[in-house]
């Protein structure tokens, strides 16, 4: 279940959700087509991308041809909520505006919230007019722990993440950490890699106090992640080992599959989970 970040406003009830998708790349399309099968109860009811040809080729590709946005005041001109599948630049380019103009947004390019100005102000915003940032899950498992952990205290989270050389923009024929320190100075280092940690330090202890470890391991063939907590309730250790998403080797397949769980979860009347 994803993280939500919340101003306490509930959308109404019987109103089908219409959704506004940011992004129209490879998970943009996953998404696309689930809401297109109905395997969501919602509509898509409009699309956009800086790239408009891309938008345009995506609409023609669905049964129910969502309206191709020139703008973001396009886009949001019908929308409940807007899925942002695009990039850490497209949540800080539009994610204000997006809670501004009175909508909700669902970020998946999580790693742009490390950045602390742009975090407090949406902060700030979802306070002031009560809508919702939703935050799935994402490429990891667990979360519903370390927030349960959270309440009664977490001594440390730590964070290894593993994965084949080329998809961190290396080279080299044995493991070989190429970062090790906090996990907001590893996504200004790795920003279009490490949005599992992203998530992690909003679930968890922060930035500034979540450990992450990044390897380049030619010997792997799927993006590894592997989460040690330490509390008051004990210890755990999860490890996920994630086949990447169909065109997209960078990105986990189960961030996909996590967001429209997400969009299951919001419309769902009951609520499972912590």
């Known amino acids: 279940m994803g993280k939500k970040m919340s101003g306490g406003k509930k959308r109404g009830e019987g109103k089908k959700m219409r959704i506004g998708l940011l ?38 590709q669905l049964r129910r041809k969502p309206d191709v946005a020139d703008s973001i005041e396009g886009l949001l001109q019908d929308t409940d909520l807007v899925v942002e599948a695009a990039s850490q630049d497209a949540v800080r380019d539009y994610g204000v505006k997006v809670l501004d ?9 999580v790693g742009a919230l490390a950045d602390e100005a742009l975090f407090n102000e949406l902060t700030q915003l979802i306070n002031k007019t009560g809508r919702r940032i939703y935050v799935p899950s994402g490429a990891i498992a667990g979360l519903d722990g370390i927030k349960a952990a959270k309440t009664k205290g977490i001594d440390s989270v730590e ?53 992450l470890r990044i390897i380049a391991d030619p010997d792997v063939n799927r993006n590894v992640h592997e989460i040690r907590v330490v509390g008051m309730f004990g210890e755990f250790n999860i490890k996920m080992e994630n086949l990447p998403s169909p065109n997209n080797p960078k990105t ?15 419309n769902s009347a009951i609520q499972l989970g912590t």
Do not use: H
């Not at 599959?257 to 919001?266: H, R, V």
């Open 23 to 60: 992004g129209c790349g490879n998970i943009g399309r996953i998404l696309a087509d689930a809401i297109d099968r109905e395997e969501v109860d919602c509509s898509l009811v409009a699309v956009f991308d800086q790239d408009i040809e891309r938008a345009r080729e995506l609409a023609t």
């Open 101 to 109: 103009s009175g909508k909700d947004i669902l970020i998946m390019s």
């Open 159 to 211: 964070l290894t993440t593993r994965k084949p050389p080329a998809e961190l923009g290396t080279t080299t024929d044995k493991e070989t950490i190429v970062y090790e320190g906090t996990a907001r100075e590893g996504i200004k280092k790795f920003p279009k890699n490490v949005n599992v940690a992203a998530t992690l330090s909003l679930v968890g202890m922060g930035f500034d106090k979540t450990k």
């Open 252 to 266: 986990s397949y189960l961030a996909a599959m996590s967001t429209i769980a997400t969009l299951k979860e919001i």
